[in-house]
DNA sequence: CAATCGTCCTGAATAATGTCAGCCAGGAGG
DNA sequence: CCTCCTGGCTGACATTATTCAGGACGATTG
């Protein structure tokens, strides 16, 4: 908490240039350095987080389509990327995405995390914070260990950048058999880590595909074979982890048994859940999420959200 | 909600500077306008709240004498402004209250507001928010017209700057008689507002002399003699319009029972308390309002502070 | 004790940004 | 139909910020 006396002076710095407006040489002048050096201490201010800097996401929110999906599908928030604001199409979801969290984010907040591609790309964009007092917990299982969006770094990320405790999760997301997964959650550290999922303020995740290009094939905790088996029995999508059917309902089969990982109803009572949707395929998978009321704030881009308007209405909203 | 479309232009703008970090000429370039054009719509963006740009107030807070604050009188944080970071000492207090303010205040809060110069000078220093569903309340009734530092113009001036919903207090602060201020306090309006003072999740407020000086003798709600009378009774410091005692005791007098404001008892219920001093002289209010404790959260100046910590224990802690 | 390394700093050149007088289009009023 | 006015935009220029090669200083090591 005290100030390492290297600090002091980018905060000095930061203080005067950003509250109080001076210019770099005034600032030079009354710390009695370069200005080069200002310059220096600011960017590292702003590379750290004493300084933040955030724009608003009105643009994304005031759309006639993002509305239309707020009334569709009961949501408190969407936020649509369509490229106009263009550098890096790749790069616009993660980067809106980590701006709607931030300004969701408080201090005094618990979050929960989920894992894949999105998230960690949304961790990369995010810029640095300087909450108090938040914890980032993790809400499912781990990988196996060459993967490289583990769930765990997802979430240490998440609490670097937002300079909060980071609560990781000492399981495997999927075990070998049921009894084994029952004994693990019965352990009083899992116990707790799954109790706590029902106090987060806020989460942020997104939905995978159920199919050979899931992440649990892909990282091998789940054979094509079996992943084929359970699309059969119904999934289309994972939430943290787990198979979800059409309607959004937990697959009862024995592959979500042998999952460790939030259970979806504590889930569902977290007060804000942002999802975040980046893969134009994902129709289908996001369909379900939507039935099954995960999310309460969505980001997506122009054309999965047109998609989703124009699909029938089905069972959702 | 939906953006003006001049607006429009001015978010885009401020998306790709702040967020993508792209330089003016490349933006003006992709929005086919002119450089200055940029810098004018960054310039609009900053002044309006569209991009948001806080420094770390870490720096007032990490110091020995804050932290002894905190355990002596059991606060949950106190910010020393000591004039280190210079500019124009006299806004340096406003600004650091300001900064500190806006990091406790978090969209969908309900933050109540009394009044006085310091909260004046505080919603002066304020840079624009760009907060969802903020509700501003005043907290305590409103003074004769012709003075400066008025509470409804408190009020409004922090919910303009957060870009939120000003609620008024529609009664004067001081009545005649205290059987006026009783059916008063009845009228559904009133006893409306007085009962949201417990639903707030913040106040902003300071403490005020109970001397010639204080205001609501300037303001001419009270006379000189009246005021050396309640100061006979006990009456060293006003908190949102009422007197209160040394040991921090709303003053059982006349006086406070003619005065429309916040109970105190349910203004100690609002879970963060943001009490700022200014003045140097203020010392016993202070302190009698530390004994009371109003505040959970403080912003002073480091000679005061300091004064505070020679003073003898007295009830306090 | 000198050599080596790393860290932090600076001056000067380069790049980016802020400003302002003036221009243009469109609306109101004569 | 012209004139004036307003608001928004621009080009050119002045100001301000960033960068980077190199220097100073202190710590570490052979």
């Not at 300084?51 to 707020?70: G, N, Q």
């Not at 938040?134 to 993967?147: D, M, S």
């Not at 609490?159 to 999760?169: E, M, S, Y």
């Amino acid at each position: 908490m005290a100030l390492r006396p290297g600090d002091q002076i980018v905060h000095k710095a930061a203080w005067l240039y950003y509250t109080h407006g001076l210019r770099q040489d005034e600032i030079a002048r009354r710390l009695e350095i370069s200005r080069a050096s200002v310059a220096m201490y600011l960017r590292k201010a702003r590379e750290t987080g004493i300084v933040t800097i955030a724009a608003s996401t009105e643009l994304f929110a005031s759309d006639v389509l993002a509305r239309k999906l707020e009334d569709r599908f009961g949501l408190d928030g969407v936020w649509i990327a369509d490229g106009s604001a263009f550098p890096d199409p790749e790069a616009e979801i993660p980067s809106l995405a980590a701006s709607v969290f931030l300004s969701m984010v408080g201090s005094g907040q618990r979050v929960g995390v989920a894992w894949g591609r999105t998230v960690y790309a949304i961790a990369d964009a995010m810029t640095f914070a300087d909450l108090k007092d938040v914890t980032v917990v993790q809400l499912c299982g781990n990988l196996g260990a060459p993967y490289s969006y583990r769930p765990d770094q997802c979430t240490m990320e998440i609490a670097r950048r937002l300079n909060a405790k980071g609560l990781n999760f000492y399981a495997p997301l999927i075990l070998s058999t049921e009894a084994l997964a029952t004994a693990l959650r019965a352990e009083p550290v899992i116990r707790e880590q799954l109790a706590g999922v029902g106090e987060c303020d806020m989460a942020l995740f997104s939905v995978g595909f159920a199919d050979e290009d899931a992440h649990v094939v892909k990282c091998g905790a789940v054979t094509a074979a079996e992943l084929r088996a359970l699309r059969r029995q119904g999934a289309v999508g994972v939430i943290a982890g787990q198979m979800i059917d059409a309607d959004g309902a937990p697959l009862d089969c024995e592959y979500n048994r042998r999952c460790i990982s939030a259970d979806l109803t504590d889930f569902r009572a977290i007060p804000k859940r942002l999802m975040v949707v980046q893969e134009e395929a994902k129709l289908e998978p996001l369909r379900a999420a939507l039935a099954g009321r995960f999310a309460t704030h969505l980001v997506l881009s122009r054309t999965i959200a047109q998609a989703l308007i124009d699909s029938p209405a089905g069972q959702a909203g």
